[in-house]
């Protein structure tokens, strides 16, 4: 005879299922009776642990801001110390997902606080919570970066367009079904950025010179 699950296999069950329902039908198109046949669980096990559909989101988004260094970041990552490529690694993921289908991809966290118009606070605490997350990472990308950006640079401003030009290009590319709308948006923010490259080389002192 087979184990049975323990409770908190169940529960993990239920909360991947329910994530990848979430994505893939958007939370509001997603039953109750979607999640109970995708997780292969009873009624009574999923309101044993979640007395509603909301709760099981906030499970999703707890897991999605629990995971971003083992889902999304140490992924992208992987092989790449320029702190600044490294921001370019992780929107080439993006682009990876739009390709593999045929830009139908949408960012998990921003397509669930697109489609919940006036989300109840704390789901909209838990959305908050994973762009902080993620906008935080690029952050400490840019201060990794040290002088090669100019010293004045608001780098928390820098991140959250980053992340502004992640989700719009996103959404573009999956409203015209063209990832090249989104390799532009990317393509400006490569360009600004390497502006500010060339700003932080020109305001450092040139390097002493030994005298022969």
């Given at each position: 005879m087979s184990a049975q699950p323990s409770q908190q296999e169940t529960r993990s069950r239920i909360v991947v299922a329910a994530m990848e329902l979430f994505w893939q039908k958007g939370y509001q198109s997603t039953s109750i009776a979607d999640l109970l046949q995708r997780a292969g669980v009873h009624s009574g096990s999923l309101?044993?642990?979640f007395p509603g559909k909301q709760d099981v989101l906030l499970a999703v988004l707890d897991l999605y801001h629990g995971g971003i260094d083992e889902m999304l970041l140490a992924p992208a990552w992987h092989?790449?110390?320029?702190?600044?490529?490294?921001?370019?690694?992780?929107?080439?993921?993006?682009?990876?997902?739009?390709?593999?289908?045929?830009?139908?991809y949408g960012c998990p966290i921003g397509s669930i606080a697109l489609e919940?118009?006036?989300?109840?606070?704390?789901?909209?605490?838990?959305?908050?919570?994973?762009?902080t997350a993620w906008t935080d990472a690029v952050e400490?990308?840019?201060?990794?970066?040290?002088?090669?950006?100019?010293?004045?640079?608001?780098?928390?401003?820098?991140?959250?367009?980053?992340?502004?030009?992640?989700?719009?290009?996103?959404?573009?590319?999956?409203?015209?079904?063209?990832?090249?709308?989104?390799?532009?948006?990317?393509?400006?923010?490569?360009?600004?950025l390497d502006q500010l490259l060339q700003q932080g080389d020109a305001a450092r002192p040139p390097r002493k010179t030994r005298r022969s």
């Open positions: 309101y044993h642990f092989g790449i110390d320029d702190p600044i490529e490294r921001i370019f690694a992780l929107l080439a993921g993006y682009r990876e997902a739009l390709l593999g289908t045929d830009c139908s919940l118009h006036e989300p109840d606070p704390p789901v909209r605490a838990g959305l908050m919570a994973n762009f400490h990308c840019l201060v990794d970066a040290g002088p090669r950006l100019p010293d004045r640079l608001d780098r928390r401003a820098l991140a959250c367009f980053v992340l502004t030009t992640m989700e719009g290009g996103v959404m573009l590319a999956r409203t015209y079904r063209d990832v090249a709308r989104y390799d532009m948006a990317v393509g400006q923010l490569r360009q600004y």
